[in-house]
């Protein structure tokens, strides 16, 4: 752990000797505290020269990289601390939140389980931890109640509050979701998450003329460009389409769609919605697209599986890259081009392909950062 209220030392000492490493320590962490990360960066790279073994230097570097977003830096320095010494925290944290924005939500949970057992009344810790739960191993009944120890450390956080909310609602306790939506509305009444949140919970449960008015109306809160419009449009489009009104939940479900290209479900509604609104052809239309969604991702958990079982099968590995590309996972998509190649070097295809994908993101500003993606997979892959 970093030392808490520690104070600069002066320099050379008070007996004008050199300051000692755990002196330099307690500088380099007051700087970190004190958010003056480039600073503490300066001096955790002082200490590094002196210790590159030091676990507690190489997590302080890598939290002060990771302030900066030199993440690539951060990734290793962090990775670097936590195989000297696992029981720290912090570095597990931040490593956890790397492989969740990374999309590798298999490694979250492991990395976020460690920092709640070193630090249990950091609830931001927990929370992370819920998330690994509910996104890689769907089990909710850890979720809430991992969820429930963030909420119990901050009772005003209402991000915590949505997500026990969402919990519950899963576990198909009505009553209890209910109140818990609006607890956490009531604690952030234009958190926009929160609005959506109870909204499409009501226009999920038994219908009454009330409770679809008031999602309706919480629904139509939700502005054009805000996160999470897309999804209340869907919603919304649901309700018309509930109420009879099925031209209305076709315009609604068109522009959640638009938003959310690779949702077979809403696809489907709205070929569902075109049916009963006398559009025949059009229904066709998007319940082909609908299904070419769902072939798509059978496709893709079918391949992963297959390669997770044939790691040196190139042939694998270049079609995973493939249908990565396709869906816009464009970090995995290249990172199983290099695999490609490494296997099967001779083959100029992956390259070419890979080269191409590169150039398209990089013009349009969207190329990921693949030191880190790359670092994170590595790390992941266990020592046999």
């Known amino acids: 752990q970093r030392h808490q209220n520690a104070t600069l030392s002066p320099p050379g000492g ?125 089990q909710y009944a850890e979720a809430e109640n991992a969820f429930s120890h963030a909420l119990a450390l901050e009772p005003g956080n209402a991000v915590y509050a949505l997500n026990l909310a969402d919990s519950i609602a899963r576990s198909h306790r009505s009553e209890e979701a209910e109140a818990a939506y609006r607890h956490a509305l009531a604690l952030a009444p234009d958190n926009l998450d929160a609005v959506y949140g109870l909204g499409a919970f009501l226009q999920n449960s038994p219908p009454t003329p009330a409770r679809q008015q008031e999602a309706e109306t919480l629904l139509k809160k939700i502005p054009n460009g805000a996160p999470g419009f897309f999804a209340a449009q869907r919603e919304l489009g649901r309700l018309a389409f509930k109420r009879g009104r099925f031209q209305q939940a076709v315009d609604y479900l068109l522009v959640a769609v638009g938003g959310a290209a690779a949702d077979a479900t809403t696809w489907y509604e709205l070929g569902r919605a075109y049916e009963r609104a006398g559009n025949h052809s059009r229904a066709q239309q998007a319940t082909a697209a609908s299904q070419r969604l769902r072939e798509y991702n059978l496709d893709l958990t079918h391949t992963e599986e297959l390669a ?27 990172n199983q081009y290099q695999v490609c190649q490494s296997l099967d070097p001779k083959n100029a295809t992956p390259r070419q392909e890979m080269n191409a994908l590169i150039a398209r993101l990089t013009a349009a500003g969207q190329m990921p950062s693949m030191n880190t993606f790359n670092g994170l997979v590595t790390a992941a892959i266990p020592l046999r």
């Not at 008070?14 to 007051?30: F, Q, V």
């Not at 830096?73 to 010494?85: C, G, M, P, T, W």
């Not at 389980?113 to 819920?130: D, H, I, N, Q, R």
């Not at 079982?309 to 290249?334: E, M, S, T, V």
């Open 308 to 334: 997770h079982l044939h790691l040196r099968d190139p042939a694998l590995r270049l079609k995973l890259a493939r249908l990565y590309a396709k869906g816009g996972q464009n970090a995995k998509a290249i």
């Open 14 to 138: 008070e007996s004008g000797t050199d300051p000692s490493p755990a002196d330099l320590l307690r500088d380099a962490d007051s700087m970190l505290q004190r958010k003056e990360y480039a600073e503490a960066e300066r001096a955790y790279r002082r200490l590094l020269a002196r210790d590159p073994q030091s676990a507690l230097v190489n997590q302080g570097l890598g939290i002060a990289l990771d302030a900066q977003d030199k993440s690539d830096e951060a990734f290793i320095y962090l990775n670097r601390a936590i195989k000297v010494n696992p029981r720290l925290a912090d570095a597990q944290y931040i490593l956890a939140r790397m492989y969740y924005q990374a999309g590798m939500i298999g490694e979250v949970a492991k990395h976020a389980k460690v920092a709640t057992e070193v630090s249990p009344k950091k609830a931001e810790y927990w929370f992370g931890l819920g998330l690994a739960w509910r996104d890689a191993q769907s």
